[in-house]
C-alpha cells in the first residue's frame, strides 16, 4: 500500500494510543519510517471536526518534541477518511519484551535506564507535555542500549485547551501503570502523573512485575488507589535501600507527595548507575552509543545476544519467521536491484539485510549464494552512503571470501579496493593509502593503474599535491610503455595531472 505519493507501507507493526501502526519507506528520502493511522472507527463515533483537530494538535506537539530519546515526527497528513502521522522508525526491543524474556533486570541497568526516561519527561515537562500512557509497550531499548520513548501522541496541552482535547469523559492510559488522579479522571492530571508511571516501570524491571495485579481494570484501578504502596526491597534482594525510598515515593497516592521533578529523579538515579550519564538534555545521538564509554553502554556489557538478535521495529509482531529458501534469497537481490535502479538503495540494503539475517545462519555465512548477497548488500550500503557499516561489511567478506576462494580472487581484490574506497570517504586517508599500497603489492601491473590513480589522488587530498604530481609523473611513463593500452586510459590521467597542477599554481 502507498499514501501520499511517496510512502510505501511494508508491514503493520502494532497498535498505540490512537490507531494502527505500519512500517514503511519513504520513497522521495529513501528511508525507513513508521507510519501511524488513527484507529478505524474513531473519525465515526466522534465529530470528525474535532478529531481531525486533536490529531493535528498531537502532530505538531509531538515534532516540536526535539530529544534524542523520542522518535522524529517527518510527516502529518491526511488520506481518504484516514488520518496518519509519519515517525522514525525505532529498532529494538520493547520493554514489554524485554522483560519476558530476561526477567527482573541488574540494579545498575535499571538505574541507567530510568535515567534515560528522566531525560527524555523533563524535556517534554518543559515544553509543556505529559505522556500519559508511560508503560513498558511504549518504551523501546535499541540494540546500543538508547531508551526511546514511544508514543507521545497521546500527550495533552497543559493550558485551558486539555478539555478540548481529551473530552471530559475521555481517560488516557492504561490501568496497570496509571496515576491515582488520572485514574479518577481529573483535569489537573500533570507532569507527576508521569512520574508516578515511572515508578510503576521501574519496580517492574526490577522485581518482574508491576507493583498491583488485578483480574481486570476496575480491580486494577481501586489497587492504585486503596492497595498499599509496596517496597521493592519486599520482592528482591539486593535493591539499595534508597532507591526503594525513590521509588516508594514515586507511587506515591497524593501527586504532592511524589519527586517535584523528573529532573530530581534523574540526579537521585545516577548514583546507582555504574556508567556515566550525560548532563539532562544532553543525550549524544544513537550512534555514539557504539563506544565503550558511552553512557548508553550497560554496565555489564550489551544485551545478551539472543535479545539484540531479536531485535525489531517497535510493536512489530513476535511470530516466528521461516528460513527463506536460496530461490527466495535471489527473489530478494532482483528485488533490491530494482530499488536501486529509482535510487532506492537504503531500502534495497535493509531487504538484502532481512534475508541474510535468516538465511546465512541457515546456509552458511561462507556459502557461494550468500558470498553473493552480502556483496549485494556492502554496494548498496556504499550507495546508501552507510560507508561505516559498508566498512565492515567489505572487511568481512575479505577474510571469508579469502577463506573459499583464495587472496588472489578478484572478488577479494574488489572487496579490499572498496574497504579502502570507505575509508577515504570516512576521513580516514591514512587507512585507505596503506590498504591501497598493501593491494598494489598483490597486484599485476596493468591492474595497478587504476590504484595507483587512487592512490594519488588521496594523496593531493591530504594537501601532499606535489607528491601527487610525482606519483602521476610515474604512472604516465610506465602506462606509455605498455602495449595495447586504451589510450582513453592515458588521457584520463593526463587530465587529472593538468588538474592538479592548476591547483598547485593556485596555492
Keep these: 500500500m502507498r499514501i501520499a505519493d511517496r510512502y510505501e507501507l511494508t508491514e503493520p507493526v502494532g497498535s498505540g494510543g490512537m490507531g494502527q501502526v505500519w512500517a514503511g519507506y519513504d520513497e522521495r528520502l529513501d528511508r525507513p519510517v513508521a507510519v501511524k493511522f488513527l484507529k478505524p472507527g474513531l473519525a465515526v463515533e466522534a465529530d470528525r471536526q474535532d478529531v481531525v483537530e486533536r490529531f493535528r494538535r498531537e502532530a505538531r506537539i509531538t515534532a516540536r518534541l526535539d530529544h534524542p530519546g523520542v522518535p522524529t515526527v517527518h510527516d502529518a497528513g491526511v488520506v481518504g477518511n484516514d488520518l496518519y502521522i509519519v515517525m522514525q522508525l525505532v529498532p529494538g526491543t520493547l520493554f514489554a519484551d524485554l522483560i519476558a524474556e530476561n526477567g527482573p533486570l541488574p540494579v545498575p541497568w535499571v538505574a541507567a535506564i530510568g535515567a534515560q526516561i528522566c531525560s527524555v519527561l523533563a524535556a517534554a515537562h518543559a515544553a509543556s507535555l505529559v505522556h500519559r500512557d508511560l508503560k513498558p509497550t511504549n518504551l523501546i531499548l535499541g540494540p546500543t542500549g538508547l531508551v526511546k520513548v514511544l508514543d507521545f501522541g497521546v500527550a495533552a496541552v497543559l493550558d485551558s485547551d486539555l478539555p478540548k482535547l481529551t473530552g471530559t469523559t475521555d481517560t488516557i492510559g492504561t490501568p496497570t501503570y496509571m496515576a491515582p488522579e488520572q485514574a479518577l479522571g481529573s483535569s489537573s492530571v500533570g507532569p507527576r502523573a508521569d512520574l508516578y508511571a515511572l515508578g510503576c516501570v521501574l519496580y517492574e524491571l526490577l522485581v518482574g512485575e508491576p507493583p498491583y495485579l488485578a483480574d481486570n481494570a476496575l480491580g486494577m484501578l481501586h489497587q492504585h488507589l486503596e492497595a498499599p504502596v509496596p517496597h521493592v526491597a519486599d520482592s528482591r534482594d539486593g535493591v539499595p535501600s534508597e532507591l526503594d ?39 549524544p545521538p544513537e ?69 541474510l539475517r535468516l538465511a546465512a545462519p541457515f546456509y552458511g555465512p561462507g556459502s557461494p549464494e550468500i558470498l553473493e548477497a552480502r556483496l549485494d548488500y556492502a554496494g548498496m550500503l556504499m550507495l546508501a552512503g552507510d560507508f561505516r557499516t559498508a566498512l565492515l561489511t567489505f572487511e568481512q567478506l575479505v577474510a571469508d571470501l579469502t577463506v573459499r576462494y583464495g587472496p588472489k580472487h578478484e572478488a577479494v581484490r574488489e572487496c579490499r579496493l572498496q574497504v579502502a574506497t570507505c575509508q577515504a570517504e570516512l576521513g580516514d586517508a591514512t587507512e585507505a593509502l596503506r590498504t591501497l599500497r598493501d593491494l598494489l603489492r598483490d597486484s599485476p601491473d596493468a591492474a595497478g593503474f587504476p590504484l595507483r590513480t587512487q592512490i594519488a589522488v588521496i594523496t593531493a587530498g591530504v594537501g601532499q599535491i606535489d607528491e601527487a604530481l610525482r606519483q602521476l609523473d610515474a604512472l604516465l611513463d610506465d602506462m606509455r610503455s605498455m602495449f595495447g593500452l586504451d589510450p582513453a586510459d592515458i588521457v ?16
Design 245 to 283: 525510598k525513590l521509588i516508594f515515593a514515586l507511587l506515591a497516592k497524593d501527586p504532592q507527595n511524589r519527586p517535584e521533578s523528573a529532573a530530581i529523579v534523574y540526579r537521585h538515579l545516577l548514583q546507582w548507575a555504574t556508567v556515566d550519564l550525560p548532563e539532562l538534555g544532553k543525550t
Design 287 to 355: 550512534h555514539s552509543a557504539a563506544d565503550p564509554t558511552s553512557p548508553h553502554r550497560f554496565p555489564f556489557g550489551p544485551l545478551p545476544r539472543d535479545t539484540v538478535a531479536r531485535a525489531r521495529p517497535a510493536a512489530a509482531s513476535t511470530a516466528p519467521m521461516s528460513i527463506p529458501s536460496l530461490e527466495d534469497v535471489h527473489g530478494v537481490r532482483d528485488q533490491a536491484l530494482a530499488l536501486a535502479d529509482e535510487e532506492r538503495f537504503g531500502q534495497a540494503a535493509d531487504a538484502l539485510q532481512t534475508v
Design 492 to 507: 584520463e590521467v593526463e587530465n587529472l595531472q593538468e588538474h592538479l597542477r592548476h591547483l598547485a599554481d593556485e596555492n
